[in-house]
């Protein structure tokens, strides 16, 4: 959806200048893209992935052929920034919207805190939306959770997370 209109917008992305392309694409492509995020299991193909269509669109912006053999660092320099920051900002709305839900006796928490009695299934566990969580925070799920009680420590703990490249 959001590659689609990323095409519609063809015109815009002739006549101006790179600066305002980079401001329209953070405020109507990029948000289209990450609808819905803070409910996703990010694993590395769908990081990849992200980081990839990020890139496309910064290519759109500079008029940048996918024939042409310019390098990703490249482009980035070209826009302004040293590295891709739409998987920064989905982990930064994760990590906002974990705070939320721990913070709140919700529906979501209860959800969230929950144990299923049985059997699991074979093979290797599916990755889970708290995995995510554990692997940026460094922590476990349950040392987030007495984290978010302090707003400000968190908040620390959140930036330091978005900010690591990884």
């Known amino acids: 959806m959001a590659t689609a209109k990323l095409q519609k917008m063809e015109k ?37 992935r992200i980081t990839a269509f990020e890139l496309k669109c910064y290519r759109k912006i500079l008029r940048i052929s996918w024939t042409e053999k310019i390098r990703n660092e490249e482009v ?12 920064q900002s989905i982990k930064k709305l994760k990590l906002t919207y974990f705070g939320h839900i721990k913070r709140h006796q919700t529906l ?24 995510d969580i554990e ?17 400000e420590t968190f908040r620390r703990r959140v930036q330091e997370a978005t900010s690591r490249n990884g």
């Open 12 to 48: 815009i992305w002739k006549g101006q200048d790179v600066h305002t392309k980079v401001r329209i694409l953070k405020s109507i492509i990029f948000p289209t893209a990450t609808y819905g995020c803070e409910a996703w299991t990010i694993n590395k193909t769908d990081s990849k």
């Open 135 to 151: 692997e940026w925070l460094e922590t476990s799920t349950s040392q987030a959770g007495r984290l978010t009680s302090d707003r």
């Open 76 to 87: 980035l320099i070209k826009i302004g920034t040293k590295t891709p920051i739409l998987l």
């Open 108 to 131: 979501e928490k209860h959800i969230l805190e929950a144990k299923m009695k049985g059997k699991r299934g074979k093979g290797r566990p599916t990755r889970r939306w708290e995995n």
